[in-house]
């Protein structure tokens, strides 16, 4: 079977203490293992070893990246760790650099990626309601889907030369969670991809 790194970027807020993402993670974890994939688990609110993080991403075949959703973004934590997990596997590790060469100065920017052949799944948390997303009428999305919305973070992932697996999104967590049902689609939508 595949080698999985799951990746639980939440990061610790008064209103959110990562519970939700703490056991995505888990069943996660737990699920693949019990396929016969191999797992890794990093918690980024734990602390992270540059040096081992790069070594993760190469070991692995796919990386699961579980995150609450943050001002539209990730969590800042994950954010430091991709400055710093990221920036140094530009040594050829994780990339050679931007992907440009000097004969051709121009093209090809972001064609460097190392890790051909791997993929990563995205797994979001959201406050925002499912309905508020590939819908027109709707104020502030205006019609973009969750992939959309985190297009630079399958554009850091595609840096690396990976590709993505269908992402995963648990919606409308704080006020009206069905947690339960979302545990379901998890398993469900890893059976699927795995």
């Not at 008064?14 to 693949?32: C, D, S, V």
């Not at 890790?115 to 979001?124: E, P, R, V």
Request: include cysteine; charged fraction near 25%; hydrophobic fraction near 40%.
């Amino acid at each position: 079977m595949s080698k999985i790194l799951i990746i639980n970027a939440h990061h610790q807020y008064p209103f959110a203490e990562g519970r939700l993402n703490g056991t995505l993670t888990r069943l996660a974890a737990e699920q693949l293992a019990g396929q016969g994939h191999e797992t890794r688990v990093v918690t980024v609110d734990e602390g992270w070893d540059v040096e081992a993080e790069i070594e993760n991403h190469q070991w692995a075949d796919t990386i699961l990246l579980q995150t609450p959703v943050n001002w539209m973004c990730v969590p800042w934590t994950f954010k430091k760790y991709m400055d710093e997990v990221y920036t140094a596997g530009m040594d050829g590790r994780l990339c050679e650099g931007d992907g440009r060469h000097s004969n051709a100065p121009k093209k090809n920017y972001g064609a460097g990626g190392t890790l051909s052949g791997k993929q990563y799944m995205l797994s979001l948390t959201f406050n925002a309601p499912e309905e508020a997303f590939n819908d027109p009428q709707e104020y502030l999305f205006q019609g973009k889907s969750v992939d959309d919305l985190f297009f630079p973070m399958h554009m850091n992932f595609r840096f690396f030369g990976m590709d993505a697996l269908p992402t995963f999104a648990c919606c409308d967590v704080m006020k009206a969670a069905d947690a339960e049902g979302d545990f379901k689609r998890f398993e469900a939508h890893l059976k699927e991809y795995f």
